[in-house]
């Protein structure tokens, strides 16, 4: 079946440490996005990726670092410059962003709570 | 800039209608949606309109879009406890990125 992984599904850190979370998708999209999740906060855009080799920063993209090297895989890096990194972490996927509706697929979404 | 607002919270008892409401305020034509999020996991798509219509139904969702007063309501009917979720309004950005906008997200509790 086709659709996004997320991993791990619960992350523990200790301040200082960098983390990395990891989406993988086998939908065939060209576009992927990092949200972020806190509660009462409804969901905020960390960064996205139109296609492989390029992304741009969203809404709060400080503290956080992306790749997209193939077009299957969009990891998240937290880093320790994160002040407050304790949240949901989703990541999405869509076909296309030019035209047309741009339905966004999600992936279950990863808890990284820091100690 | 864009914004898309929603009540935080809906209480209904099972077997009613559930009207949840929605703001947004980018007045070019665009695509809304709404998704819900059961406990402790992603999102999922229950339907999108694009602004040019007036009403979408698919079975039980009924989902009516007010263009003038940018006002979107999603009407799930015969509401049952399997709908408790958090329900969020989006919105597409103009431009070619794409990006949706969420709202804050109402949460739906439906007592038996």
């Not at chain 1, 509660?39 to 960064?47: H, K, V």
């Not at chain 1, 296609?51 to 299957?72: C, H, L, P, W």
């Not at chain 1, 002040?83 to 869509?94: D, G, R």
């Not at chain 2, 099972?14 to 007045?27: L, M, P, Q, R």
Request: one cysteine or more.
């Amino acid at each position: 079946d086709g659709g996004i992984t997320q991993s791990p599904k619960y992350l523990f850190r200790k301040e200082g440490q960098n983390v990395t979370l990891s989406c993988e998708q086998n939908l065939n999209h060209d576009a992927m996005y990092w949200y972020r999740q806190d509660p009462g906060q409804g969901l905020r855009l960390i960064y996205y990726s139109q296609i492989v080799n390029d992304f741009q920063k969203g809404d709060i993209a400080e503290g956080y670092s992306v790749s997209r090297e193939k077009k299957e895989s969009f990891p998240l890096t937290v880093t320790s410059a994160q002040k407050n990194p304790t949240a949901f972490y989703l990541c999405a996927s869509s076909i296309n962003t030019i035209s047309g509706a741009n339905v966004l697929t999600f992936g279950a979404g990863s808890r990284l709570t820091v100690l | 800039g864009e914004d898309v607002e929603q009540s935080l919270f809906l209480s209904v008892r099972e077997g009613d209608s559930s009207v949840i409401n929605c703001t947004y305020t980018d007045s070019s034509s665009t695509y809304l949606y709404w998704y819900k999020q059961e406990p402790g996991a992603g999102l999922q798509l229950l339907t999108y309109i694009f602004s040019n219509m007036d009403m979408k139904q698919d079975q039980r969702l009924t989902v009516l879009l007010n263009k003038k007063d940018k006002h979107l309501s999603l009407r799930i009917a015969d509401t049952q406890t399997g709908d408790s979720a958090i329900y969020f309004c989006a919105e597409r950005y103009g431009g070619s990125q794409g990006n949706l906008i969420f709202g804050k997200g109402t949460k739906l509790s439906v007592k038996p």
